[in-house]
């Protein structure tokens, strides 16, 4: 989609473009950085983030509190105790081309440019891609290990790093400082992954994607033996908090973490220009395939560490580090065919099956082709792609790896279509059930949804496999234990077809048991297959003992009360996500009256006249409700479900002597005993309207470490400033 200059937005459009950047940052944060899945490549994410630096610095009063440029990655991950970070775990800038990397040079020469006799020194290195992590080191020991998180804030993975080989217990040599927190890399070798494949396609289990996610997912193991078993390395390269630096200069202090038993790059070399730094990027690049473990690009660092302190940091990122990013790596190979996916919400994707083919150090088979559009070659706006060329089965295609992690065709190869080869002609009926899918027309436009969506919903079998998945994920329901594989396996044997079959499961706890019990003896019929190894003293599928099952159900059992806005979300509604959920949640208060307003809405002919006017609540959302609710497939399903799941009521938390209550609040700076939006849901729940800026209207300004402008402004116009304690005090939540 073409986007408007940034010159040419208005205040209101750029404020507007700010909060839509915000929100979709943060949500490719949050794949890439706490599900280790990203979903756009790394130059479509700086690009975003580029747009909104840029409209930042054209409207500097507009930055927003959740302003991507001032944060790193995502929150930490639930499930992992916290660590706050003493020195910030920060982010590097970018650079595409050897004109990006002169730039970075000339900057620094302008800055110090009165020393004139300065001779500037550079380091050059790869950039392992992986999982960062620090590990604080004291006396020499290692006593604990954290992610990046979102810069701040990381979790504590001290166990699991303890099983990593490549991570010393205690510092060998001598002259390491009192304390240093040593910086570095987490990855997995293209060997150890392939490996690590075979094991799992042996016995059924799931397939995986690459290693810089399967490494960050190892890391986050719960049981330290499974992240013991995957045979992790980590590269040492920089380092946060010290009582002394190890050394005057990068370049130095890396070589004294060699001697402290750390292992480094051997390619990390020091250089005086922009032509030898360029040289080393074109060596690394030349040696990226036989490396063994995937890199995406060299990192150049001010080599003395003093010059480093005085150019210092710039919205969350260091002035004197810079990233130059590998060009995707290509390969050409052919479709065999182009299968179609039903998703949850009954989307059809498709998907190309490909000749296998290794691009950077990974084979790829499949990717997606998007929706119907795009394999005739055009985009959602009907511009044309692959100058207009249309995917065929049998064609030769280029592919890339985007960012190095997601498979995407750059173009077809037309020299090379077969004879016989014919447009593919897309599906109107769902390849699963049999319904016609059918491209919804867009109200506002007036032109086509780019995707086709199965109209079966609840009798769709995949999209109640979906629907299910979704239900007991970790923002719905949360339900632990039953992850996508034992939703496969309940569903496949009749025991779970909705939701609400799934708080039955006790209740049929031999069925349970044997259909669990079946798919670990064919897992163990494949290792033994595999293996070439007879086992002895096999007992029956029905005798063997699911020891995880008690704990399973207690699972199921804690969340029959779950809080309202988790259960809205959880049942999947086109539209609805986490944050319009919450929004649904404190307008109506109950499920009840949610489903009352939701079927009144569904059968007025103007659904304006009954359904509330709701600040973030549009027209796309108040049709998704009245086509959900107006479904009358879908009321003996919800009418079951809350048979057996009773929703809390949302409840403001507002009493008389409540001193917030219809006050406007203003958080800024770090908040240490609570999350920002932990702080923003207590407010709100005793009443409190919590601003993104400060102005004439706030009542109070809640500030912590780091609060910058918001302060001067609240000073100016008179406005009380409090801490987090005397906040939790106000509130009565401080002791």
Not at 28 to 52: M, V
Request: charge should be negative.
């Amino acid at each position: 989609m073409s986007e408007k200059p940034v010159d040419s937005l208005s205040e209101s459009e750029a404020a507007a473009e700010l909060k839509r950047l915000a929100a979709e940052i943060a949500e490719h944060d949050r794949h890439y950085h706490a599900e280790d899945a990203p979903i756009i490549s790394d130059a479509e994410y700086d690009a975003l983030a580029r747009r909104n630096l840029a409209i930042e610095e054209r409207f500097p009063d507009l930055i927003r509190e959740d302003s991507p440029s001032r944060r790193v990655g995502s929150p930490p991950a639930e499930g992992f105790a916290k660590v706050r970070h003493a020195v910030p775990m920060l982010s590097l800038a970018k650079a595409y081309t050897d004109q990006d990397v002169a730039d970075f040079i000339e900057r620094g020469r302008r800055f110090f440019d009165r020393d004139k006799d300065l001779d500037i020194a550079f380091t050059a290195e790869p950039k392992i891609d992986g999982l960062s992590a620090s590990l604080r080191y004291e006396n020499g020991v290692f006593v604990q290990g954290a992610t990046r998180g979102d810069g701040t804030v990381g979790e504590d993975i001290t166990a699991n790093l303890r099983t990593i080989a490549d991570i010393p217990k205690k510092l060998q040599g001598s002259g390491w400082p009192d304390v240093i927190e040593i910086r570095g890399e987490v990855y997995m070798t293209y060997a150890e992954f392939e490996a690590l494949k075979q094991r799992s396609a042996a016995v059924g289990g799931q397939d995986y994607v690459n290693p810089r996610n399967t490494a960050a997912g190892s890391l986050r193991q719960k049981d330290p033996s499974v992240t013991a078993s995957r045979n992790l390395k980590f590269f040492a390269y920089a380092w946060g908090y010290t009582t002394a630096d190890p050394a005057p200069t990068q370049y130095d202090s890396v070589q004294k973490f060699k001697e402290w038993g750390f292992k480094v790059s051997p390619l990390m070399v020091r250089a005086k220009s922009v032509d030898e730094l360029i040289a080393q990027y074109h060596k690394i690049e030349e040696q990226r395939s036989s490396l063994g473990y995937d890199i995406d690009g060299v990192v150049y660092k001010v080599d003395q560490l003093e010059l480093q302190r005085r150019w210092g940091f710039v919205t969350g990122e260091p002035r004197w580090a810079v990233a130059h990013k590998f060009p995707a790596e290509q390969a050409m190979t052919t479709v065999e065919k182009i299968d179609i996916q039903v998703g949850r919400t009954g989307t059809l994707a498709p998907v190309a099956r490909l000749a296998p083919v290794t691009v950077g150090g990974v084979v790829v088979e499949n990717v997606t082709l998007h929706n119907e559009d795009y394999i005739k070659g055009f985009d959602s706006n009907g511009q044309p792609i692959r100058d207009g060329i249309d995917v065929r089965i049998g064609d030769t295609v280029v592919i890339q790896r985007a960012g190095d992690v997601i498979p995407q065709i750059v173009s077809v190869v037309i020299d090379k279509r077969p004879a016989d080869a014919v447009p593919y002609e897309f599906p109107h009926t769902c390849p699963v059930c049999g319904s016609p899918a059918t491209r919804e027309i867009n109200e506002k436009t007036g032109k086509e949804d780019s995707r086709r969506r199965c109209t079966g919903e609840l009798i769709c079998a995949a999209q109640a496999v979906e629907g299910l998945r979704h239900f007991v994920s970790r923002g719905a329901m949360d339900i632990e234990g039953l992850g996508a594989e034992n939703i496969d396996l309940f569903f496949n044997s009749g025991l779970v077809k909705t939701a609400a079959d799934i708080f039955t499961l006790k209740d049929r706890r031999p069925a349970v048991t044997k259909a669990l019990a079946e798919r670990r003896e064919e897992q163990a019929r494949l290792r033994e297959e595999a293996s070439g190894k007879t086992r002895k003293n096999v007992r029956s599928a029905e005798e063997r003992n699911y020891e995880g099952l008690d704990k399973l159900f207690a699972a199921i059992d804690a969340r029959r009360e779950p809080e309202l806005d988790r259960f809205i979300f959880a049942l999947g509604i086109r539209h609805i996500g986490e944050t319009t959920a919450a929004v649904l949640a404190r307008q109506f208060s109950t499920i009840e009256e949610l489903i009352r307003v939701g079927k009144e809405t569904a059968k007025a002919e103007d659904p304006h006249s009954v359904f509330p006017s709701i600040n973030g609540i549009g027209d796309t959302v108040i049709n998704a409700l009245r086509d959900f609710f107006g479904n009358e497939r879908n009321d003996d399903v919800l009418d079951a479900l809350l048979a057996q799941v009773h929703p809390k009521p949302y409840v403001l938390e507002i009493s008389a002597g409540s001193e917030v209550s219809g006050k406007t609040v203003v958080f800024t700076g770090t908040l240490e005993k609570m999350t920002r939006s932990e702080a923003k849901a207590m407010a709100e729940r005793l009443g409190a309207k919590v601003a993104g800026s400060v102005s004439a209207k706030t009542d109070l300004v809640v500030a912590g470490p780091g609060a910058g402008s918001k302060l001067k402004v609240a000073s100016d116009l008179g406005i009380e400033v409090i801490d987090e304690d005397t906040w939790l005090q106000r509130i009565g939540r401080g002791g």
